[in-house]
């Protein structure tokens, strides 16, 4: 059972966008402004797409947002594109005695 | 440019201690300012936490593994290394090193990975 709660699974045809949502707690992700979010390809080690909410790392496409209402953080992609297909894990610091968290992980389909 | 690498044993037996060892190339784990991390994930599953070190001495462990964890770092081979002691079916799983962003070097969110290593828990 994972600390925050994200969908299964999300689905978009190319072009459209998408939001991913990632809900957990006064504890973790809403008591900290430090949720992050990973894309991992097949094989593949987890990339960094988003941290601090609503940070981009150098590289990574606008087409990848980042926000946070309460105790549930979003990632939305938008102009959906084929290799955007992926899985998709949030992460959120939650206090010194377990600082990191990790969503469950959301597999995209760009149909 | 920053790599990590890790290894050990692919299979290891159920009660027995699993160790994994994270070369670094592109930076010094004992002059520089940052957390270096283990991640890991079942077959099929999601990510998790496993602990966290800062040379020289601080480490922050996943509170479900703290008993059996133990994060350290060898300087001379600017390596840091992984044990989990009595390991069972439920530790398969890729185990991956990692290490925060240049911007935010003691964080726990990771821009460098390892490419991972699968280590099976069987008889």
């Known amino acids: 059972q994972s600390a925050l709660t994200q969908p299964p699974s999300a689905s978009g045809s190319p072009g459209q966008s998408v939001t991913i949502s990632c809900t957990g707690t006064?504890?973790?992700?809403?008591?900290?402004?430090?949720v992050s979010w990973y894309q991992q390809h097949p094989g593949k080690a987890p990339k960094l797409m988003i941290y601090?909410?609503?940070k981009r790392p150098s590289g990574v496409p606008d087409r990848f947002s980042g926000s946070k209402s309460g105790n549930t953080a979003s990632l939305t992609v938008s102009g959906l594109q084929v290799e955007d297909e992926a899985d998709y894990y949030c992460?959120?610091?939650?206090?010194?005695?377990?600082?990191?968290?990790f969503g469950g992980g959301t597999k995209m389909t760009v149909l | 440019q920053l790599q990590l690498q890790e290894s050990g044993p692919g299979l290891v037996k159920p009660s027995e201690t699993l160790s994994l060892t994270c070369s670094v190339s592109?930076?010094?784990?004992?002059?520089?300012?940052?957390?270096w991390a283990w991640v890991r994930q079942p077959p099929g599953k999601g990510l998790e936490w496993i602990g966290t070190?800062?040379?020289?001495?601080?480490?922050y462990y996943n509170p479900s593994l703290m008993s059996r964890v133990t994060i350290s770092v060898d300087t001379s081979k600017n390596q840091f290394s992984l044990r989990l002691t009595s390991v069972t079916a439920a530790d398969t799983a890729v185990y991956f090193c990692?290490?925060?962003?240049?911007?935010?070097?003691?964080?726990?969110?990771?821009?460098?990975w390892g490419q991972g290593t699968l280590v099976t828990v069987s008889p």
């Open positions: 990692a290490r925060p962003p240049s911007y935010s070097p003691r964080s726990f969110f990771f821009d460098h």
């Open positions: 592109g930076d010094s784990i004992s002059s520089s300012d940052y957390y």
């Open positions: 070190i800062y040379y020289p001495g601080s480490t």
């Open positions: 006064s504890s973790d992700v809403g008591g900290y402004y430090s």
């Open positions: 601090e909410v609503t």
């Open positions: 992460s959120s610091y939650a206090g010194s005695n377990n600082p990191a968290v």
